[in-house]
Every structure is written in C-alpha cells, then in structure tokens.
C-alpha cells in the first residue's frame, strides 16, 4: 500500500511511525507462552551497554555478523524450550525473563515483539513478525490495541539509531 495511504503514529514528540499493521489489532502476552525467547535476541549498542550494568555479558552474548546477541543455551528442562531444547539464556524455569523479572529491563527488540520495524524512504515503519500470525498466543486476545500503545513496543531510541531493524537473528 502506498505510505500515504497508511496512519501514521506520533509515537514520541516529533517521531513518527508509519503502520502497516490492521488498527484493530490487539496484544496480550499470555503467560507461559515463552515461544518469542526461545531463540537468540539482537543487542542494538545501547542495550549491550545497558545490559553490561546487570550481566555477564561474556557468558551471555555473543557476536555475530558483527553485531551482538544474546546466547541460546540448552536448557536442562522439558518446558520453555524449543525443539532443540534450546532458549534464551535469560528465561528461567519459571518461564519468566531473569532480565525483567529482576531488573525490570529487557532489550528492545524483546519489547517489540510480535510487531517488526524497519525502515523505508528514512522511516519507520511497523508491521507484525509473519511469525508472530504462527506462534505468538497475545494476538488479538485482548481489548489493548497495538496502535493506541505504540510507545509500549518501541523504544524511542529506535529513532536514532541508522539501523533500526529489527528482524536480524542469531
Ligand atoms: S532477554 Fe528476556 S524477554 Fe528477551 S528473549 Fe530473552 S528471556 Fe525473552
Ligand atoms: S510469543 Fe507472544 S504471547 Fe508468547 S511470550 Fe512472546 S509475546 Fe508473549
């Protein structure tokens, strides 16, 4: 669809985003779902910095293309794992985030999910992760419309960083 056709979103002051998204599209994470960190996570430089305030960085990220991640590790469980029985290294047993259950943080691109960002004709625009329609369980279950709670799902420094999408992966 062309861009003029779409909503745009004053995400922040002064910082817009453009939504390809359905409008009515609501979003609840459901508890004990855990699909979305069952796999490595993009660190953009600030969350890398951030994250050196509350972690071993070297037991937890790695670098590849480049770029850093947070590890996939084998988990020594059954639940909150995926096939190969593999996760982010930061969810717990208990199916929760270590970073955000006792930090209360987590990188930005864990807030962005189930949606994506990237960018065209330097914006950004924001759509939903093909995945997400596959495995995330918080999609249309809920009143909370995606599109009232931008704020909630990307972090304003999205909006100065060159790159700032979002589907890169380990
Ligand atoms: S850092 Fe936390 S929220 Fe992000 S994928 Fe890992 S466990 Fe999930
Ligand atoms: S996949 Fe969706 S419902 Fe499941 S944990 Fe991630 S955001 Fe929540």
Redesign the pocket.
């Given at each position: 669809m062309d861009s003029d056709e779409l909503p745009r979103v004053e995400v922040y002051p002064g910082r817009e985003a453009v939504v390809e998204f359905d409008p009515d599209l609501t979003f609840e994470?459901?508890e004990g779902?855990?699909?979305?960190?069952q796999h490595g996570v993009l660190l953009y430089d600030k969350d890398f910095l951030e994250l050196a305030e509350r972690a071993d960085l070297s037991a937890a990220t790695t670098q590849f293309r480049g770029e850093d991640f947070v590890i996939r590790e084998e988990k020594d469980r059954d639940d909150h794992v995926a096939d190969d029985g593999a996760a982010c290294y930061f969810l717990r047993e208990d199916g929760l985030c270590e970073l955000h259950a006792e930090h209360d943080w987590k990188p930005a691109r864990c807030s962005v999910?189930?949606l994506e960002v990237y960018l065209e004709d330097g914006e950004i625009r924001v759509t939903t992760r093909d995945k997400?329609w596959e495995?995330?369980?918080?999609?249309n279950v809920s009143d909370r419309r995606v599109i009232e709670n931008l704020d909630a799902f990307l972090p304003e420094y999205l909006w100065e960083l060159d790159d700032p999408v979002t589907k890169r992966e380990l």
């Open positions: 994470c459901v779902c855990t699909w979305c960190c999910f189930p997400a495995h995330c369980e918080g999609m």
